[in-house]
Structure formats: C-alpha cells, structure tokens
C-alpha cells in the first residue's frame, strides 16, 4: 500500500481533531474520552499481537526489546518533560501561560514526527503491519489533534492558532514520513521505537481518559478497539 497517500492520510486525521473541537467538541469531553478507548484497545492490541513480535523477528533479535523500552521512556519525556502540565483530552486548566501552549505543540511534534517513521517504517515490512499501523495512527492522531487544538483555545491562541497547532502536528508527521522513506533507518529499531510509542500512547494518555468515563461505556469503548483490531488484522492479507 502506498506512503504517498496513507501518510498523508494519517496526517488529516489530526486536522480532523483539532477542527472537531473548535467546531462542536468543546465541552463536549465525553465524546473524545469514548472515541480515546476505541483508540486505546486498537493500539494495545496492536502493539502487543503484532509490532512487538514483528520487531522481536526483524534483525536484532531480542536486542530491539531494548528499542521498545527507549521509545516508551522517549514519549514519556516528550510529553511530561518538555511540558509540565500535559494530559490527552479537553484541556480545562486556565491558568496556564501561551508558553507552556507552546511547549505542548513542540512535545506533540515530535511525537508526531515519530507516528510519520512509524508508517512509514510498517509500510515497508512485507506484511499487513502497513495498514494495521496506519489504522491506529489513524485512532489516536483524532484525539491528538482535539488535546492540541483545545489546548490552544484555553492559551487564548483563538480558533485560527487551535487550528494551526493541529496543522503544524500533521505537517510533522508528513515530515517523518518522508525522513524515514528517504534515510531507510533500520527496521529492528524503528518498530522497537513504534511499539514503545504505541503502547505508552495507549497505557498512558488515551486509557486514563476512557476510565473518566462512567459506568460500562468506557469498558466498551475499549473492547470495540481490540475487535476493531481482531477483524483488520484477520481481514487484511498478512504474508511474510
């Protein structure tokens, strides 16, 4: 399947995000905790069935556990060193500074830079991780630009800077896209980076927001994303 228009794809998802909040979602906080634990259980199940074996299998061996283990503690710094206050979802603290909008937007970037690798990256492999990978990217890149553009709004960037922000998001995902199709950084640590991504993005921001939600339509949330995922990964050809 090709990166020229999955990548791109992927991208919009986050403009996607960041216009439903400035558009409908804003105090509407339910929705995207719902829409978080579909995300979540995709990702999980994802990361756990599929990246982690397949980069367990790539050259490097158990040594790219390692590389799993680096991506978390990366996306940990990311987004709770760079930013001091950070958390997915509607952002309801007021009293922050445009500044610390600003470091969410840098924390955010890079972690997106890092969704484009991942894409591209899983493309190459000669299975269905390609379009399993963009389809959680896909999940997760919706609630991301929903936290960046509400973030923005809270800062008193306005609907225009909310929606920059999430532009800004998508623009470097694109950016690692293309980086990874042009360097061709090895496969071993590029998976290992993407399974540590995807399984703090799902532990650590989208599953604290669906567990705000109460009663059982959190806990289905979550398990409509591992069917979503059970019938993709037995739907989509996998040959090795």
Same mark, same amino acid.
């Given at each position: 399947?090709?990166?020229?228009?999955?990548?791109?794809?992927?991208?919009?998802?986050?403009?996607?995000?960041?216009?439903?909040?400035?558009?409908?979602?804003?105090?509407?906080?339910?929705?995207?905790?719902? !829409? =978080? #634990? /579909?995300? &979540?259980?995709?990702? @999980? $199940? +994802?990361?756990?069935?599929?990246?982690?074996?397949?980069?367990?299998? %790539?050259?490097?061996?158990?040594?790219?556990?390692?590389?799993?283990?680096?991506?978390?503690?990366?996306?940990?710094?990311?987004?709770?060193?760079?930013?001091?206050?950070?958390?997915?979802?509607?952002?309801?603290?007021?009293?922050?500074?445009? !500044? =610390? #909008? /600003?470091? &969410?937007?840098?924390? @955010? $970037? +890079?972690?997106?830079?890092?969704?484009?690798?991942?894409?591209?990256? %899983?493309?190459?492999?000669?299975?269905?991780?390609?379009?399993?990978?963009?389809?959680?990217?896909?999940?997760?890149?919706?609630?991301?630009?929903?936290?960046?553009?509400?973030?923005?709004?809270?800062?008193?960037?306005?609907?225009?800077?909310? !929606?920059?922000?999430?532009?800004?998001?998508?623009?470097?995902? +694109?950016?690692?896209?293309?980086?990874?199709?042009?360097?061709?950084?090895?496969?071993?640590?590029?998976?290992?980076?993407?399974?540590?991504?995807?399984?703090?993005?799902?532990?650590?921001?989208?599953?604290?927001?669906?567990?705000?939600?109460?009663?059982?339509?959190?806990?289905?949330?979550?398990?409509?994303?591992?069917?979503?995922?059970?019938?993709?990964?037995?739907?989509?050809?996998?040959?090795?």
């Amino acid at each position: 399947m090709s990166l020229y228009w999955l990548a791109p794809l992927a991208s919009l998802a986050t403009l996607l995000g960041g216009w439903g909040v400035v558009r409908f979602l804003q105090g509407r906080a339910q929705f995207m905790r719902l !829409l =978080s #634990g /579909v995300a &979540a259980g995709y990702l @999980l $199940s +994802l990361t756990l069935v599929r990246i982690i074996p397949e980069c367990l299998e %790539a050259k490097g061996g158990e040594t790219n556990a390692l590389w799993v283990l680096g991506g978390y503690l990366l996306v940990h710094v990311m987004e709770h060193g760079i930013t001091l206050h950070f958390h997915y979802g509607e952002e309801t603290h007021t009293d922050g500074s445009p !500044l =610390s #909008g /600003v470091m &969410a937007l840098v924390g @955010l $970037s +890079l972690h997106s830079l890092m969704d484009g690798v991942a894409i591209a990256a %899983a493309l190459a492999t000669h299975s269905n991780l390609g379009p399993l990978v963009v389809m959680g990217i896909l999940f997760h890149r919706i609630p991301e630009g929903g936290t960046i553009a509400s973030i923005f709004l809270v800062r008193g960037f306005g609907n225009r800077g909310a !929606l920059m922000a999430a532009g800004t998001l998508a623009l470097a995902a +694109l950016a690692g896209s293309a980086g990874q199709a042009l360097l061709q950084l090895p496969m071993g640590p590029v998976l290992g980076l993407t399974a540590g991504l995807t399984l703090y993005v799902a532990s650590s921001d989208l599953l604290p927001e669906v567990q705000k939600v109460s009663g059982l339509r959190g806990t289905v949330a979550l398990l409509s994303g591992v069917v979503i995922f059970l019938i993709s990964a037995r739907l989509l050809p996998h040959h090795h």
